[in-house]
């Protein structure tokens, strides 16, 4: 069984910088790309960013490029988001998610249970 | 960046009766690079449909997705107490990017 579980999450100043972090198993975790998504409270679902399974190709989405880095460690089973110069919009549950096949399109088959993030001061 | 538009905002029905939920998108979407996925309260989302019409393993054969080009839907045919929840569209062609979702409500 597919498992993602995500932490580091908490309340953190604007301008701070937290680093999340996901834990993989029940899955060949180094043939898979992955991503973050995230979830304002009350709102929708926003894709923030992927990584391919050989860490050669990585893609934001144009509200954190350039605060957000995404990493993984595969001998770790391990995918990460560095996030600086947090924002209040930035505020959400930060979903870990799988990609359903191994191609660079493919849709998001397992998700983890969140980690939530509060920007405040 | 392709946008996704998802109607009704709210859908009000009750069990047994058959929910029919709309996802329109700005451009096509090649290859029908389109899923739905299910969100109950204080919950992760779960993947229904991929590939606009494919259901994910595990889901039910009352949730069918269908469409193309620009227009698709997700059809539940006999709606359960537990699908009483918000459904997103997504599409996976360019970049990635969700519909706002659709509240199926009692």
């Known amino acids: 069984e597919v498992q993602l579980v995500e932490s580091g999450g908490g309340l953190v100043q604007p301008g701070g910088s937290l680093r999340l972090s996901c834990a993989a198993s029940?899955?060949?975790?180094?043939?898979?790309?992955m991503n973050w998504v995230r979830q304002a409270p009350g709102k929708g679902l926003e894709w923030v960013a992927y990584i391919s399974s050989s860490s050669s190709t990585i893609y934001y989405a144009d509200s954190v490029k350039g605060r957000f880095a995404i990493s993984r460690d595969s001998a770790n089973n391990s995918l990460f988001l560095q996030m600086s110069n947090l924002r209040d919009e930035d505020t959400a549950v930060y979903y870990c998610?799988?990609?359903?096949?191994?191609?660079?399109?493919?849709?998001?088959?397992?998700w983890g249970h969140g980690t939530l993030v509060t920007v405040s001061s | 960046e392709i946008v996704l538009t998802q109607s009704p905002g709210t859908l009000s029905l009750s069990p047994g009766e058959r929910a029919t939920l709309s996802c329109r998108a700005s451009?096509?979407?090649?290859?029908?690079?389109l899923a739905w996925y299910q969100q109950r309260p204080g919950q992760a989302p779960r993947l229904l449909i991929y590939?606009?019409?494919s259901r994910a393993t595990g889901i039910p054969d009352r949730f069918s997705g269908s469409g193309s080009g620009t227009e698709f839907t997700l059809t539940i045919t006999r709606l359960e107490p537990e699908d009483f929840a918000v459904y997103y569209c997504?599409?996976?062609?360019?970049?990635?990017?969700f519909g706002q979702g659709t509240k199926v409500e009692i």
């Open positions: 029940g899955f060949s975790f180094s043939g898979f790309s």
């Open positions: 451009e096509r979407i090649i290859s029908n690079y």
């Open positions: 997504q599409q996976y062609g360019r970049s990635r990017t």
């Open positions: 590939g606009a019409s």
């Open positions: 998610v799988k990609m359903g096949s191994s191609g660079r399109k493919s849709w998001f088959d397992s």
